[in-house]
């Protein structure tokens, strides 16, 4: 071992925001002169605390003088840099590395790790044999005390005189940058040379951290290479070095990358004009128009297309250009979970009825079962006309079950058409363009298509569809509410008590959910051919609560929330495979019918075959269940039988197969239900006036207010003109003013009264990556790295602001504490967030780069 020794060498520093240390051991502290340290010990660079978070970075060179091991504990997270791998917690990691503490990846030709707990960053230059320069740079200055090589100030040693003719050389051409300081950058130069004249590494990189120092317009910067004769980096297949470039290689992926903090730096890069085709191997630079797309794992090229049911995209430079979404909208009740028609998605609070959706010549309702979360009926009204309700056991009377019914049409007329699709559903179409499917077992479920061409207003739970997610919440006295509670309790008919578990009640029950559910995100699993189309997280979430509060049956309210994500990927025309028999949810058919995940009702009865089938006028979204195998008839006897052997339905009734003329009638039968609307009484609330009615409301006996009187929401007897409103729990007075999502409402006859005022969108994000986008939408993505919240850049280099954020975990890492938020501006200021302070970083060109940062604690800029 080399003895260690201390040599003084003064050594200005332009920043006090990174501490360096280079060559054979030169070592630039935070503050202070540098000096030169000559051992093979290993040596503390720097230990501290910050914001109970401890930080300790060791280091170990080489009788190389090279580094050749670096430690960097953070958090109690160990990291160790050596031989030219990374190891966390004794586990090699490939880049780039990302962690809840930290994050590890190529910046330019080094290697940097960002620490997500302290404003601190370590960069580090690998070559062959170690490390010959690593920097320690600080977001904000520290107020705890520091110790280590990193926090010495003006180290006392010895003057050696050792003449090295490459250092005078070097520094002849230095005079316009280091002026007065030169002496004392020669002598430490020759320090740091001594006996290592033979290691290019280590002298090129001293040259090369002086270079930077002085500048790109020093007379230095341009002969530097040529007058030390240290060569360039060697960068990959098509990319260039270049001594001041993008520390991040614009790729296909990412034209335009950025970054909070960025500065050129010594970098690889692609030709001008061209960027990395990071989609392919090799390192290969492409003019942008030429990039690949991907999608699911698969490349396509320029000018290929890829389509959906309900979307067409095509490849453009790297980028698909879609189509809008032409599938029509839906509304779903699974469960107590809906999707409105503009795709927000709530909970019902309690097991009551409510009314779905309703328009000018409909009205749908619900009614949950008392027992189970799950529907029990669902009624249609169209016009003077009603349907029976839909009974798990007795439908209606034309449809007493699915086995008796698959033959008949349920109830033809000239408003609807309503039959079983399959042995699972019922379908109805009206005669205006409404579609309805209800899944009949093992659970109802609820699936609307509205009109596409309806007029005036649809309102209900199921929202108004009209591709704005800000008033889904419309309350039925039309006012929007922020709680999907309240909206939900304004929708009910009658009273509704809050009875639905919002978390899971049995701990058996949410193991066996936490285990099973998983199936849904599994990268391999059956559900993974979706997962590029649809992503899991609601349907995974729905799925844990509905089978943790599931009764007996667990593993059959399992198969139920599977099916869900099974049919809205059908509904996209993606056909995830044989899910039923991946997850033991298997049906068994009746008699002789088949399982199908596409069934058809469509001319696959013997009824079918004596007429025009109207069912086969239905276009709707697949459904799976039991029916007949094509070329087979399904007939009274429930048998799926050829046509040969199906009896012929006429309006004398039925002839076996066989020759026979019958009065020439052949048009099939058909079953007409009318009945007219039940009369509702008279509303004496406030309150009702608004309020949807059941069918059945009659007359109860009861304390009323008198003739054109109505009972506020205080209590007291009012004139309609007087009658009050209710907002978030609040009652409000006829004319007073609420503002609500970009509306003003007044308070008249009972009912709101709304005025729509410009709206400004809001995106906002907290807690573990819950984000909500400028149109309402709320998704989760709890991801390590920063993001880009927001910016006009659109693939150019026009844009005038981006706002990237980015999580900073607790020390418990699954919980995020505060988040790092970067605000760019015209590409000249760059404003961070972090800690409880914003530092502003000018951007170079714009001033000096000594005043480059200027920091601000919260309450005092």
């Not at 780039?96 to 960069?123: A, E, M, N, R, W």
């Not at 698909?320 to 779903?332: G, I, K, T, V």
């Not at 503009?342 to 609070?349: F, L, M, R």
């Not at 328009?359 to 027992?371: A, D, M, P, R, V």
């Amino acid at each position: 071992m080399s003895s260690q020794r201390w040599m003084l060498a003064v050594y200005f520093s332009l920043a006090s925001d990174t501490c360096r240390t280079f060559g054979s051991g030169v070592v630039q502290p935070f503050n202070g002169s540098g000096y030169y340290v000559r051992s093979n010990c290993p040596f503390t660079l720097t230990r501290f605390t910050h914001n109970r978070v401890e930080c300790d970075i060791t280091t170990r060179r080489g009788d190389s003088g090279l580094l050749v091991q670096v430690e960097i504990i953070i958090n109690k997270v160990r990291t160790v840099v050596q031989n030219g791998s990374i190891l966390v917690e004794k586990k090699s990691v490939s880049l780039p590395y990302d962690h809840t503490y930290q994050h590890i990846f190529q910046y330019g030709i080094y290697t940097k790790l960002k620490s997500s707990l302290l404003p601190l960053s370590v960069t580090w230059h690998n070559v062959p044999g170690g490390i010959d320069t690593l920097r320690v740079e600080l977001e904000q200055e520290l107020s705890t005390d520091m110790t280590g090589l990193c926090g010495k100030h003006n180290v006392p040693g010895t003057t050696a005189i050792v003449v090295v003719l490459i250092c005078r050389l070097f520094f002849s051409y230095t005079l316009d940058c280091l002026q007065a300081r030169l002496p004392h950058y020669v002598q430490l130069c020759e320090e740091n040379i001594y006996s290592y004249e033979n290691s290019e590494y280590i002298s090129c990189a001293f040259f090369k951290e002086v270079v930077q120092q002085c500048g790109n317009n020093s007379y230095i910067w341009n002969i530097w290479r040529s007058s030390t004769r240290c060569t360039p980096h060697s960068c990959p297949g098509d990319l260039l070095h270049v001594e001041q470039g993008d520390p991040f290689v614009p790729s296909c992926s990412n034209p335009n990358p950025r970054f909070s903090n960025q500065e050129l730096t010594s970098s690889c890069v692609c030709p001008k004009g061209t960027v990395l085709n990071d989609h392919a191997d090799g390192f290969h630079c492409v003019n942008v128009s030429s990039c690949p797309c991907v999608f699911d794992g698969s490349s396509y090229v320029t000018g290929d297309t890829r389509n959906t049911k309900c979307q067409s995209c095509v490849c453009e430079g790297g980028k698909w250009r879609c189509s809008d979404n032409f599938c029509p909208a839906r509304c779903l009740i699974e469960g107590h979970f809906v999707t409105t028609f503009d795709g927000k998605q709530y909970i019902v609070p309690g097991k009551c009825t409510y009314v779905v959706s309703q328009g000018l010549n409909w009205i749908i309702t619900i009614q949950f079962s008392e027992k189970a979360v799950s529907l029990k009926t669902v009624v249609l009204q169209l016009f003077q006309v009603q349907t029976k309700e839909y009974h798990k056991s007795n439908l209606t009377k034309c449809c007493p079950s699915s086995t008796e019914s698959l033959a008949n049409l349920c109830h033809p007329s000239d408003h609807a058409l309503v039959f079983w699709q399959s042995s699972m559903y019922v379908q109805v179409q009206t005669s205006f363009g409404m579609k309805i499917q209800v899944q009949m077992s093992p659970e109802i479920q609820l699936y609307i298509t509205p009109p596409r061409n309806h007029t005036g207003i649809i309102s209900g739970l199921c929202g108004d569809s009209n591709n704005d997610t800000t008033d889904d919440f419309t309350t039925s006295s039309g006012i929007i509410e922020n709680s999907p509670q309240q909206f939900a309790l304004s929708w009910t008919v009658g009273t509704c008590a809050v009875n639905i578990p919002p978390t899971c009640s049995n701990t058996d029950n949410e193991i066996f959910a936490d285990e099973k559910c998983s199936l849904l995100n599994h990268p391999t699993g059956i559900f993974a051919k979706c997962h590029s189309h649809i992503p899991t997280d609601q349907f995974h979430t729905a799925c844990i609560q509905r089978t943790c509060n599931c009764g007996s049956n667990l593993q059959q309210c399992l198969c139920v929330a599977l099916g869900s994500y099974a049919k809205a990927c059908a509904v996209l025309g993606v056909a995830v495979g044989d899910w039923r028999k991946a997850t033991n949810c298997t049906l068994k058919c009746q008699k002789n019918q088949e399982f199908s995940y596409d069934m058809l009702a469509c001319n696959h009865t013997c009824r079918s075959l004596s007429g025009p089938d109207p069912r086969c006028w239905v276009d709707d979204a697949p459904v799976e269940g039991c029916g007949c195998p094509e070329g087979t008839h399904l007939n009274q006897g429930h048998l799926c039988t050829p046509k040969a052997l199906c009896v012929c339905h006429h309006y004398g009734g039925t002839t076996p197969p066989g020759r026979v003329v019958i009065d020439g009638r052949q048009n099939g039968k058909v079953c007409v239900h009318c009945s007219e609307f039940p009369v509702n009484t008279a509303q004496k609330t406030c309150d009702s006036l608004r309020k949807p009615l059941s069918a059945s409301t009659t007359c109860e006996s009861g304390c009323y207010c008198p003739h054109d009187q109505y009972e506020d929401h205080r209590g007291n007897c009012v004139s309609l003109d007087n009658c009050t409103c209710v907002y978030s729990g609040k009652v409000f007075s006829a004319g007073q003013h609420v503002k609500t999502n970009c509306k003003t409402c007044v308070c008249g006859q009972g009912q709101w009264h709304c005025r729509d005022e410009p709206c400004p969108g809001k995106c906002q994000v907290y807690g573990n990556g819950h984000y909500q986008t400028f149109d309402s939408k709320w998704f989760r993505f709890d991801g390590h790295c920063q993001y880009t919240l927001v910016e006009d850049y659109c693939g150019n280099r026009n844009g005038t602001f981006s706002v990237r954020v980015e999580s900073v975990p607790c020390c418990d890492e699954a919980l995020t504490c505060s988040r790092s938020i970067v605000l760019d501006l015209q590409g000249l200021v760059t404003l961070t967030l972090s800690d409880m302070r914003v530092t502003r970083r000018l951007q170079k060109g714009t001033a000096p780069v000594i005043s480059m940062t200027q920091s601000f604690i919260l309450g005092q800029w």
